[in-house]
């Protein structure tokens, strides 16, 4: 579900207040959002690996020394493949140009602020 306009703000304040007050942490994160498991390279890798196996496999039965060190190499390259993390398509998202909010609280008292003034509206 995506997210309302509101919530989206909400959003893109919590990342300005991070980056204001951990920019070490934030630009730690931003690296490592990007950067996720894909099941399509989990899917092929495994198979490929499954596939060495079994080249592995033919090279034992039929002593064929250079027909399973092949397959070993296909079944490292799969699970070498279905392990690694790869890079997401999308570009990192952008701040925007609003200042983050200095107020004295620091982060979690902004966030507690937002969060009640949030309930309080549904309320009435």
């Known amino acids: 579900m995506p997210l ?7 959003l893109e ?3 300005q207040q991070l980056h204001a007050e ?3 942490f934030a630009s730690h994160m931003e690296s490592a959002s990007g950067r996720s498991l894909s099941t399509r390279h989990i899917v092929v890798g495994s198979l490929v690996a499954i596939a060495g ?5 033919t090279g034992i039965l039929s002593q064929i020394i250079a027909v399973g060190v092949l ?3 296909i079944m490292g390259a799969g699970v070498y493949w279905a392990t690694t993390r790869r890079a997401g398509a999308g570009s990192p998202r952008s ?3 609003k200042p983050a909010s ?7 008292a902004n966030l507690e602020e937002r969060w009640d003034e949030r309930h309080h509206g549904e309320d009435r």
């Open 53 to 57: 196996i079994l080249v592995l496999l």
């Open 71 to 73: 397959g070993f190499v």
């Open 4 to 10: 309302s306009e509101h919530e989206q703000r909400l």
């Open 95 to 97: 701040t925007g140009n």
């Open 22 to 24: 951990d920019p070490k």
């Open 102 to 108: 200095s107020s004295k609280g620091g982060f979690m």
């Open 13 to 15: 304040q919590l990342e």
